[in-house]
């Protein structure tokens, strides 16, 4: 249950289904324009080295490979099918594989659950073969798998080379872009590809431990729809980034998008902000755009991590320069202030005219001295002030704008950066607005493992990761599990008589187990009669005798103490409280003339502050999560909302009070002191321990939570209590 | 002064300097590495007609061209020098130039105002000799210019053809890159370029108008630093705008990029949020990424403006059109929804898995069959709801995909697509995931004038620039002047008044104006003493006589009343009034002894509603701008505002009130009722109007403007006084 203690088993099955000894193919076709066709061209010309099965009754021989009637008659114990075949025929197709000893089996056919009705029905009956017959799926409703190191094609690209990017894609469509972009590229190859379709059997979760296993990939590059078991993928996600980075491209960004997912493979789209979140929570780089997944995945496959958030540009033009500060700081990246021993350095090698501020431009120094850049670039990277090295400009492209006589400097520059590179721990990022026409020094980069890239927009995005990257590797040692807490045996047995009652804590209970585990909430008296008022009006008197009290309902039945009349603001005074008890049974008696009233909660007015929302959530794809965010308009209108995956990390919930776009109203407005964002961070992880010690807390909001320089207040808490679907005790309620 | 009554003169000076009949190359050069040697070959390569001057005291002879010892000794007349030799030498060279008779200089040489102190001298000095000696100046600090339509290539740029893209911009780098980008590209092609640099003499307006007026321009790109004179500019867009299409990039979107900027041409900077809104008032097209400046203006100048924001999709892959439908949501575009019968047309030529519902995904239909596509297309664009129609996903490689034999049928779709896009006055808008390896049928598509896209992502932004532009044209003709307001004598004495004082307008004197030329302000009354407050005590007592009344100090010397405790809120009744006034009164003399008290202004409070900010500046850049946005953290933490330059129109007036991310705050939260937004529209295009009537008016600020379903009341106005810098009244008062 516990994604940070648990393990991944040794070794994932789908080594097996992936890099197979045999290969049935079903459905096996001579007709070009058929799957199966594709599929035997791809094994046969890449040269698997496995046994192939064509399985047709109609024919003896496809493309000079024996065929066989049915895969019953198949004569060796291949570990893959994949099946060409229409829908209907996909479940009796299952069994006889399981018969034959067939581990997996690659269902191409679309028309199962994403079509919903009878698909769905079709989609329950294959997987029950599958379970019965111990064959795993991978689809059905999916484009098919490669291994490029196994040469194992069954999509019969062309132009693909074996490599170290390993891509799990809901789109066929994606992957074929970034095949061709890679392609275009020269320098990127892949691992493996599998389309995951509707996710029937194995999930997203189930691929990811195998690209994290896989010793051919160095990135794991996913598209995803929808995921099915959020929580899990989470697990090993933290698992798989702590090794190599994980490129996550969700889809579904906004409703529009998630319609059009959902018809697509049927899934669950959930909330994307949240998704986002939680992915980066685990490590996970996530991107925005389709057209960054290579270039990220490139860089963060070849270049070095950068330690924190400082970038030194390099530029032979003041206004590329320009644009690459405006990106970066976008980015949330820093310039570095570059040290005075550096710009020495930098004015000792460059014109007079060269701006030495970061950015640099060399303002022509390079113009017949192309390698200089590279020199620039070491010089900046041994600045510790600098975390990461940005070149922006016409490298590469010297000797064609120039003079062609500068060719032999450029390549020396292209070595020199090479070097740096191997000698540095710091990553070299370089754009030149020559990429598209590939001059030989920027091929030569390339060979070498730097890429170069054709925008500042994507070498920005591209920066953005390797800190992101580099900040989380740097921050997991501080991960450390935080102490739990020991549920209290008359806390649990709290939540039992609520589910018992059939209700969710009362507000004064939620506020007790609050405050039991040391959560800030003012003191409060719940009072049922005149006796209980007069003590309470003592109690909080105050010394001058004039606190303001806040007043409210207590009752199951009231749900909105509002609209019933039922609270009370700014009292002041036994004579006061006593009327306001009044006024408030009577209006709540005339709102619900049957709720059963437990009395009014009596407590101090909150002092002023800022308005902040703890929640507790369950998610169904990713389980318990904490939000975060300002009250109001910041959460209604803006959803400024910041999503953890329960627990938290110490990290996680600090990151998370930072992360909301309204945090300088936590940092202090219009002359008002910062808020005390430590003691927000401890009541977030305990909220997250909470969760953990009282698995009947299904759901939480303390709504507001009134916050200011010197700590905060839980002015409102409402605990969902997990029930079972079947409660007979709601049952007897009704 | 008025830009929408100001008319361009009949033509732009800057034809014959871009387009002269001979040139004057000053520094020429048998030196390859230098800029004199380049810009030779640059006319000689590309067969300029006109003469070529080279000067160069110590050679007879430049690339076979004779060479001149000085620009005296040239024997013609050519319109234009190129002068390529350091910055101390051109004010000397520029004051030789015009004693030739040569109308223009482009002055490549960098070291004047953007290095400031000496540099700033310089430039002054060489503007001194150009204005006496009538010659304009193209930089200095510039790449140069080109006009490839005249075969003038100073830049001596290989590989660039001409074409229909004119191109302005502060940034050498960025220009190659575009050209760079165009060879990629294949089908771009340019007109003029010119490098403003520091923009000394000629200006972006200048450069804009010559390419509204140039037949060889279809589209205007501008990469922008900063503008000298930006009121002037928005004038010359608002004119070529309504002719032909301008993209600007405008950098310094981040204070990081605006200090970048400053170093290198010495730009001023401005809001870019504010410069981006007067901008698109004006009809441009903005950019805010460099690698979309060329897609954006390849397509505006090539495709079919878009009547509105319906998109329909046509895919043959379901990943992509998620993807696809997720950024056409962030754009804020909509998927079209297609008729019943258009939907029966897309069914009976579709398999039946495919879906129907916008966004059309073929499902497999068009595998062995891809013109297809182009029939969807045309079904689609038949479609009264359809603005666009999006093509997604792998055409043009089905016969690399698929089957070899597909590519006759291929061609016929992109034969067909042509044929639509004469057609149709709905804009086709192409991405193919194969666009990196430029197959046959795309490249007829782009060849016919069908620009082909390489990502969902580009396509997208190409497609939100079309209907953008597509309704900035359709809402022109509602852009008829708003009827002005004639200045009242006794206003304009009222400003006489302040200004002779030495101050700013008193709050009842702003709010006077405001209510005399019928904007909602509260009644209110100055108090003066017992009788008046008596007075104002029965004027506001209201039915009940327990109105609750505002009450402020009116000083000329206090400008933050509530610091002075100068304001009381929530007064009810006579007496209070008393106590409230004696109360503002002491203390505010204990603010400042030495404050001349007018008195104390009484106003009811104001109901409950939206705070919302009106206000006026004026840039130094762009002059007299209207600002409109919620009040508190939304303009202070959210920054979000909008702004329009004055005078509006009454559609400027809308589209800033929708503009604003909090809109839906107005839209009514909550349960609220929505805030009468009609009444609003009239504030502005009041306030608009003002500042056209009373010259003196310099700066407003209506904070906060309530406003509820019922209408708006202006709670609190200043205006400040334009004053002459050397005014005698101040001096006097001093």
Redesign the interface.
Known sequence: MNPIEGHLPTRSPLHDILAPTGIAVVGASAD??KRGYKAMVGLIKDGYRGEIYPVNPKADMILGVKAWPSVTAIPGSPELALICTPAPSVPGLIAECGRRGIKGAVILA??FAE?GGDGAELEREMMEKARAHGVRLIGPNTSGIFNLHHKVNLLAL?NVKPGDVGII??????L??LA??A??NGQVGFSTYVGPGNQSDIGFNDYLRYLGEDEHTRVATL?V?GFRDGRKFLEVAREVTAMKPVVVYK???????Q???S???GALAGSYAMTVDLLRQAGVSVVQ???EILPVAEGLGLLQKARGKRVAVIS???????????????AGL??AELSEATRQKLRDVLFP?A?T?N?V?V??ST??NPSLLATCMEIVAADDNVDSVFLV??FG?YS????E?LLGDEMRGAEAMVDLSNATEKPLVIYS??T??KPPALRRLHEAGLPVY?????SVRVLSALGERGQYLAQTNRQARESAVEPRPELTAMFQQARAEGRDLFEYEAKRLLRDHGVQVPEERVVRDEAELADAASLFAGESGDTPLAMKVVSKDILHKSDAGGVKLNVVGEAAMREARQAILASCLAYDASAEIEGVLVTPMAKKGVEVIVGVIRDPIFGPVLMFGLGG?FV???EDVAFRSIPLSRFDAESMVEQI??R??LDG??GEKAVDKAALVDLLLTVSRLVEAYPALSELDLNPVIVNADGYAVVDARVIVERDAESTDKDADA
Do not use: C, W
Not at 251 to 257: D, P
Not at 400 to 403: D, H, N, S
Not at 454 to 458: G, K, L, N, T, V
């Open positions: 070009p324009t679309s028309g079509i062309d894609s809901q789109s066929g469509n994606m074929l872009s061709l972009e392609q275009h598209y729809e889809s579904g960004s906004t409703e529009q998008g319609k059009a997912a018809s697509h493979t755009y389709s057209d032979d033009g003041g206004g590329q320069a320009t644009i690459a500060s405006d990106r970066l700081a976008e820093e310039l005219q701006s501020v950015p431009d303002a022509g113009d017949a400009g016409m492209g064609i704008r120039f003079a006589s607005l020559y598209p026409i054709a925008s500042i927009e994507q308009i209604e209108i803006l776009k309204a300088k109203i407005v219009r």
